[in-house]
């Protein structure tokens, strides 16, 4: 594909626009339960920041596929949580303020994270003969404008404006949505007989990618016995990967949209798999209270 002004522009500005709303929904108290939930935060983060990059990397290994595409991989696997996992918790009837805090918690140390991860994939998969560089401050800036810095803006709004942001919020979710779903047709028909062969090399890769993590997440949270609703959450957390976000980085800030690839196929994958979940929890759950 050919990079163009939707990428350039587009792309942040859909990721910005989901900021914005995921920011108008959130209050000062989401960050404090940290305090209350510090295992499950400990663990969750952990999982996100630094397994599932290992994940992505073994599966770069095991999997045979173009460098560039290798590169989308790693980048789709170091991005965190997006505001699409909040909604999947919920549906799936997990521990949604455990899944706002993770979410808000990874997208602050991910910031950090993703220039260093992604220049190691490039300097890996491209070597010197890479002609597109990912530097860390310039990264970290923009990262920090089309992602911390809509969520700031929102969380202002919310807590001055109260009754205006939640009816905001509602609009600037179906915005999100339909500049996401249109952002995905535009890199998947753009691809044209180029496609095919990259579905035959990523959607293996992708598919694993979310089925590794989501059993890493729901794993890890009942090796360290968290309650059951934690478990879900977990597994949505750490499997749901932000795309909007390694589109933007791959297609928009690396300008190659041919890496933004797995992010596309991952975009539309991972709302087969939640479903998947979603189902699961809510029998999961309502066996539980069952029991009880």
């Known amino acids: 594909m050919q990079s163009s002004l939707f990428t350039a522009v587009l792309l942040p500005l859909a990721l910005a626009v989901v900021m914005l709303g995921m920011g108008l929904s959130l209050v000062p108290e989401d960050f404090q339960r940290i305090t209350r939930y510090p295992k499950a935060i400990a663990i969750g983060t952990l999982c996100q920041v630094l397994v599932l990059p290992l994940i992505g990397a073994l599966l ?14 790693i980048v789709l696997a170091v991005c965190p949580g997006g505001p699409s996992s909040n909604l999947v918790t919920y549906l799936a009837k997990g521990d949604v303020a455990l899944s706002v805090t993770l ?99 990523v959607g293996a890769g992708v598919l ?20 059951l609703a934690q478990q879900i959450c977990m597994a949505i ?30 975009s539309l994958l991972m709302y087969v798999t939640g479903f998947a979940v979603i189902l699961y929890g809510r029998k999961a759950m309502l066996y539980a209270s069952a029991l009880k």
């Open 60 to 73: 770069t290994q095991v999997i045979p596929m173009e460098p560039a595409i290798a590169v989308g991989l």
């Open 237 to 266: 957390e750490v499997g749901i990967q932000n795309g909007t976000l390694a589109i933007a980085i791959t297609a928009g800030l690396l300008n190659n949209p041919d890496m933004a690839v797995p992010a596309a196929l991952y």
């Open 103 to 201: 979410t808000a918690v990874s997208s602050i140390i991910t910031v950090f994270t993703i220039p260093i991860f992604t220049n190691l994939a490039l300097q890996h998969f491209l070597g010197q003969s890479a002609a597109i560089a990912l530097p860390i401050g310039p990264t970290m800036l923009q990262i920090f404008l089309i992602t911390l810095l809509p969520i700031a803006i929102g969380m202002t709004l919310r807590h001055r404006f109260p009754n205006t942001a939640r009816r905001l919020e509602k609009h600037m979710s179906r915005l999100a949505a339909a500049l996401l779903m249109l952002i995905i047709a535009l890199l998947l028909v753009r691809e044209g007989d180029k496609l095919p062969g990259f579905v035959a090399q």
């Open 208 to 227: 694993f990618l979310n089925l590794l993590a989501m059993l890493v997440g729901f794993s890890a949270g009942k090796l360290f016995r968290l309650p």
